[in-house]
């Protein structure tokens, strides 16, 4: 049986509530790096298996990722039914009920007539009517497009779901899914982010292709100064990291940070695109296996590579992409096992350029966030900061020798380095833990909907008043799973005959009667369920989002 996260349960019902209620459109399900979206694309193919006559696709461009997919499918559906075809992994399947595809492989072939086709990594679709996606997929104009991805926006045209003719109707981020969410609930690692006082300077460099000029950047980080003062520096700041995955500017550039840390005699290899697969997996094993120190790449290894234990990403590559940006961070997002986070080291400025990786900048975002450097020790700040949240360098106190960074090009001066929780993964409205002193529980009454529902109302230690609102009285099955969710936050409010029990044995249309409400808010009041001692809530808008009740 396939089991699922509370979290992955949500995105599965809000996915299939958008499908029902919107007839003809294309959804975009965003989930983070780390999240899941293996086991996520299993549960939609497995019950389109059990549900449904018509034949399903799954996309991608990654032959890691079709494999991956491939074999999760196969062991919740008859293995026979599911089908491989991809010219890289030598299986050419065509007419089993799913199938899993390199789009490589397949977009001039002759095809059956999907019904759904699910495109993992869907970012990488085309905004423009044009391209071997768009091809593909216009041969299916009555199909069900459904796009996953960590990343839903472009470098040159902002979300993916804007436009003059989107594929993508509708980005749908699942309640429980953002990345301080998912570490707050134990499913990610946090991030630690530092700028290097040895940061490399890219201004004059021109844009080719959207991003920073491969030829120019190349003149600029192969130089032989610029490659000992970078090894120099990286060197003693990973000295006590195991496993650290380093992005560079192209072939020659990997190949020359790579042999520049062997030279110092450091164990280090290099993975790109012209090394056979053979070859490439050999170094990827050597580096999961502890051989290997540090793995170099020119950004093959943004997508399809999940390897836990990455304890720090090093950035010697600029990149205009947020896209690019937040899939290298990413890598560092999983839970490892002998350590609670993992280190960002920027050389080339992509912290300043594109903000934080909890909210990134995106072209067509009305409200950026964006961040300062710390003159004293280089901490990553928010913009908006007084002062450091690392050495507490008063911001405001000298603003005549701030200097700005236009452009994410700057020359730190200050040496300084301490790992903190702040900067890449700034979060403004970040998960609070509030002591509780008290709480009441009471019924109102919707006036959207005349509708009764219940609010429990906590009471802080510095006299706020928190209210948990439950829509008892609800017929929407996305907020019944919320509810429910929420319910269970509570101690021993799952045991016995209570709300929650009828809630969760209610059908989707049925509504909970008055005497019901009012039975559970009267055992809430009493000693029933034990008061919690604190709350861990983030803001959402004018309301909050509960995340764990702690006892």
Same mark, same amino acid.
């Given at each position: 049986?396939?089991?699922?996260?509370?979290?992955?349960?949500?995105?599965?019902?809000?996915?299939?509530?958008?499908?029902?209620?919107?007839?003809?459109?294309?959804?975009?399900?965003?989930?983070?790096? @780390?999240?899941?979206?293996?086991?996520?694309?299993?549960?939609?193919?497995? +019950?389109?298996?059990?549900?449904?006559?018509?034949?399903?696709?799954?996309?991608?461009? $990654?032959?890691?990722?079709?494999?991956?997919?491939?074999?999760?499918?196969?062991?919740?559906?008859?293995?026979?039914?599911?089908?491989?075809?991809?010219?890289?992994? &030598?299986?050419?399947?065509?007419?089993?009920?799913?199938?899993?595809?390199?789009?490589?492989?397949?977009?001039?072939?002759? /095809?059956? *007539?999907?019904?759904?086709?699910?495109?993992?990594?869907?970012?990488?679709?085309?905004?423009?009517?044009?391209?071997?996606?768009? /091809? #593909?997929?216009?041969?299916?104009? +009555?199909?069900?497009?459904?796009?996953?991805?960590?990343?839903? !926006?472009?470098?040159?045209?902002?979300?993916?779901?804007?436009?003059?003719?989107?594929?993508? *109707?509708?980005?749908?981020?699942?309640?429980?899914?953002?990345?301080?969410?998912?570490?707050? &609930?134990?499913?990610?690692?946090?991030?630690?982010?530092?700028?290097?006082?040895?940061?490399?300077?890219?201004?004059?460099?021109?844009?080719?292709?959207?991003?920073?000029?491969?030829?120019? $950047? @190349?003149?600029?980080?192969?130089?032989?100064?610029?490659?000992?003062?970078?090894?120099?520096?990286?060197?003693?700041?990973?000295?006590?990291?195991?496993?650290?995955?380093?992005?560079?500017?192209?072939?020659?550039?990997?190949?020359?940070?790579?042999?520049?840390?062997?030279?110092?005699?450091?164990?280090?290899?290099?993975?790109?695109?012209?090394?056979?697969?053979?070859? =490439?997996?050999?170094?990827?094993?050597? #580096?999961?296996?502890?051989?290997?120190?540090?793995?170099?790449?020119?950004?093959?290894?943004?997508?399809?590579?999940?390897?836990?234990?990455?304890?720090?990403?090093?950035?010697?590559?600029?990149?205009?992409?947020?896209?690019?940006?937040?899939?290298?961070?990413? =890598?560092?997002?999983?839970?490892?096992? !002998?350590?609670?986070?993992?280190?960002?080291?920027?050389?080339?400025?992509?912290?300043?350029?594109?903000?934080?990786?909890?909210?990134?900048?995106?072209?067509?975002?009305?409200?950026?966030?964006?961040?300062?450097?710390?003159?004293?020790?280089?901490? $990553?700040?928010?913009?908006?900061?007084?002062?450091?949240?690392?050495?507490?360098?008063?911001?405001?106190?000298?603003?005549?020798?701030?200097?700005?960074?236009? &452009?994410?090009?700057?020359?730190?001066?200050?040496?300084?380095?301490?790992?903190?929780?702040?900067?890449?993964?700034?979060?403004? *409205?970040?998960?609070?833990?509030?002591? $509780?002193?008290?709480?009441?529980?009471?019924? !109102?009454?919707?006036?959207? +909907?005349?509708? =009764?529902?219940?609010?429990?109302?906590?009471?802080?230690?510095?006299?706020?008043?928190?209210?948990?609102?439950?829509?008892?009285? /609800?017929?929407?099955?996305?907020?019944?799973?919320?509810?429910?969710?929420?319910?269970?936050?509570?101690?021993?409010?799952?045991?016995?005959?209570?709300?929650?029990?009828?809630?969760?044995?209610?059908?989707?249309?049925?509504?909970?009667?008055?005497? *019901?409400?009012?039975?559970?808010?009267?055992?809430?009041?009493?000693?029933?369920?034990?008061?919690?001692?604190?709350?861990?809530?983030?803001?959402?808008?004018?309301?909050?989002?509960?995340?764990?009740?702690?006892?």
């Amino acid at each position: 049986m396939l089991k699922l996260r509370d979290y992955q349960q949500n995105a599965i019902i809000e996915l299939y509530d958008y499908i029902r209620n919107n007839k003809g459109l294309n959804p975009c399900l965003v989930l983070p790096t @780390g999240a899941g979206k293996s086991v996520v694309i299993a549960k939609i193919a497995t +019950d389109f298996f059990i549900k449904s006559n018509g034949q399903l696709l799954m996309l991608t461009h $990654v032959s890691e990722l079709i494999e991956q997919n491939y074999h999760k499918v196969r062991q919740f559906v008859n293995p026979d039914d599911v089908g491989l075809y991809s010219a890289g992994l &030598g299986k050419k399947e065509l007419h089993k009920k799913i199938t899993f595809a390199g789009i490589q492989s397949i977009y001039n072939k002759k /095809t059956p *007539n999907y019904k759904v086709i699910i495109v993992d990594e869907c970012h990488l679709i085309s905004v423009k009517e044009e391209g071997i996606y768009r /091809t #593909f997929l216009d041969k299916f104009p +009555d199909a069900l497009v459904i796009g996953l991805t960590a990343t839903p !926006y472009r470098m040159d045209n902002g979300y993916i779901n804007v436009g003059d003719n989107p594929l993508f *109707n509708d980005l749908i981020i699942p309640d429980g899914t953002t990345i301080p969410e998912l570490i707050a &609930g134990g499913y990610l690692s946090t991030l630690k982010s530092k700028v290097s006082d040895t940061g490399l300077s890219f201004k004059g460099v021109k844009k080719s292709n959207g991003d920073f000029n491969e030829k120019q $950047v @190349g003149a600029i980080v192969n130089h032989f100064d610029a490659i000992e003062k970078v090894i120099t520096d990286l060197i003693e700041r990973t000295k006590d990291f195991k496993h650290v995955l380093v992005f560079c500017s192209g072939i020659d550039h990997t190949v020359n940070i790579s042999q520049a840390l062997c030279d110092r005699g450091e164990r280090s290899f290099y993975v790109h695109g012209n090394m056979s697969k053979a070859d =490439r997996k050999m170094a990827i094993d050597s #580096f999961k296996n502890g051989i290997l120190k540090y793995l170099c790449n020119p950004n093959i290894l943004t997508t399809g590579f999940d390897y836990p234990d990455i304890d720090c990403v090093v950035m010697l590559r600029p990149t205009y992409s947020v896209v690019l940006y937040v899939q290298m961070a990413g =890598r560092g997002l999983r839970l490892k096992s !002998y350590t609670d986070h993992c280190v960002i080291l920027d050389y080339v400025g992509n912290i300043e350029r594109h903000g934080t990786i909890i909210n990134p900048k995106v072209k067509d975002k009305k409200e950026e966030v964006t961040t300062k450097i710390c003159p004293q020790c280089l901490e $990553v700040n928010d913009k908006e900061a007084d002062i450091c949240i690392d050495c507490e360098y008063d911001f405001n106190a000298k603003k005549e020798d701030k200097k700005s960074n236009k &452009g994410g090009e700057r020359e730190a001066k200050q040496d300084g380095y301490a790992l903190s929780n702040e900067d890449i993964m700034y979060d403004p *409205n970040k998960p609070e833990e509030i002591k $509780v002193i008290g709480w009441s529980w009471k019924s !109102y009454t919707s006036k959207i +909907d005349n509708k =009764r529902g219940i609010v429990c109302e906590f009471y802080s230690i510095d006299g706020r008043k928190i209210p948990m609102f439950l829509s008892i009285q /609800t017929e929407s099955e996305k907020a019944k799973y919320a509810i429910m969710l929420d319910l269970k936050k509570f101690k021993h409010i799952v045991e016995g005959d209570n709300l929650y029990h009828v809630f969760l044995n209610s059908g989707l249309d049925d509504v909970i009667d008055i005497d *019901n409400i009012n039975k559970f808010i009267s055992k809430c009041n009493g000693s029933y369920v034990p008061q919690p001692k604190s709350i861990i809530v983030k803001k959402d808008g004018n309301f909050y989002k509960f995340l764990k009740i702690n006892y």
